[in-house]
Structures are given as structure tokens and as C-alpha cells.
């Protein structure tokens, strides 16, 4: 590949990894903080950060070899593969979903799982209210 392509090519790449990155972090502010069903949450929540995840692996990935011109850098997937999958297996694991107010809580303690909603108070290991509406 000749120089000028694969700088341009790189160009590319990065402009679509940044505008990747500004519609997952926008949608996931609006959907995943703003929004208020927790049953939507707590589904596809997990889905979410793992696409997350190898969609940044993918993008690091390509500048890499794009940067260095070599395949040598994919020898870095043996540090960014183990990172990114920790960082998403923390984000799944210490992220609660309130289920009176709907919102999304992250348990900075690692220590000491969150008990309570810091929104409004309620105890996060209750289950759900059932509505049953078709005996009203």
C-alpha cells in the first residue's frame, strides 16, 4: 500500500472510530441514564457494553496495523483483548438498575455492593413490584 493511501486510509478510520464513539456515548447517555425502564436496562445493558467493547478492539486494533503498516502490531491484542474484556466485566458487574425510580447506579466501592438506590432510597436487591393488570 502506498504511503499517501494509507495515511488517508488512517485518516478514515480514526474519523470513523471518533464518530463511532460520539453516537455510542450519546445514544447510551439518553438511553442508558435517561431512560427510566429498568426491564429494558438490566437487557440490553450487557449487550451494549460488550459491543462497546469489540467495537473498540476492532478500531485500536485497525489504527494500529494502519499506523505501524505491519502485522508485528498485532501482537498489542494480547494487551488490549484481556484490558477491554476486564473493563466490560466491571461496567456489567458494578452497574444496579433502581427499580422504583429506574435509575443507573454505578457501585464505586468494589468492596461493598450497594444496598440502596442513592436516588430516592429504595433497597436494590427487592424484586420488582408485579403488575398484574389483568385481575384489576
Same mark, same amino acid.
Not at 18 to 41: E, P
Given at each position: 500500500?502506498?504511503?499517501?493511501? %494509507?495515511?488517508?486510509?488512517? /485518516?478514515? *478510520?480514526? %474519523? =470513523? $472510530?471518533?464518530?463511532? !464513539?460520539?453516537? @455510542?456515548?450519546?445514544?447510551?447517555?439518553? *438511553?442508558?441514564?435517561?431512560?427510566?425502564?429498568?426491564?429494558?436496562?438490566?437487557? !440490553?445493558?450487557?449487550?451494549?457494553?460488550?459491543?462497546?467493547? *469489540?467495537? $473498540?478492539?476492532?478500531?485500536?486494533?485497525?489504527?494500529?496495523? @494502519? +499506523?505501524?503498516? +505491519?502485522? /508485528?502490531?498485532?501482537?498489542? @491484542? *494480547?494487551?488490549?483483548?484481556?484490558?477491554?474484556? @476486564?473493563?466490560?466485566?466491571?461496567?456489567?458487574?458494578?452497574?444496579?438498575? =433502581?427499580?422504583?425510580? /429506574?435509575?443507573?447506579?454505578?457501585?464505586?466501592?468494589?468492596?461493598?455492593?450497594?444496598?440502596? =438506590?442513592?436516588?430516592? /432510597?429504595?433497597?436494590?436487591?427487592?424484586?420488582?413490584?408485579?403488575?398484574?393488570?389483568?385481575?384489576?
Amino acid at each position: 500500500m502506498k504511503p499517501d493511501t %494509507a495515511k488517508i486510509l488512517e /485518516g478514515i *478510520v480514526t %474519523a =470513523c $472510530f471518533f464518530g463511532t !464513539w460520539v453516537v @455510542l456515548g450519546i445514544g447510551g447517555f439518553l *438511553v442508558f441514564y435517561l431512560g427510566r425502564d429498568v426491564a429494558f436496562k438490566r437487557k !440490553w445493558f450487557p449487550r451494549y457494553i460488550l459491543l462497546v467493547g *469489540v467495537l $473498540f478492539v476492532l478500531f485500536s486494533t485497525t489504527l494500529m496495523v @494502519l +499506523s505501524s503498516r +505491519s502485522l /508485528g502490531a498485532l501482537g498489542m @491484542l *494480547v494487551f488490549v483483548i484481556p484490558a477491554t474484556a @476486564l473493563i466490560s466485566y466491571l461496567n456489567i458487574k458494578f452497574t444496579y438498575f =433502581c427499580n422504583q425510580c /429506574g435509575a443507573t447506579l454505578h457501585n464505586q466501592n468494589w468492596l461493598n455492593p450497594m444496598r440502596f =438506590c442513592s436516588k430516592c /432510597g429504595a433497597e436494590l436487591d427487592a424484586k420488582p413490584k408485579l403488575r398484574d393488570d389483568l385481575l384489576e
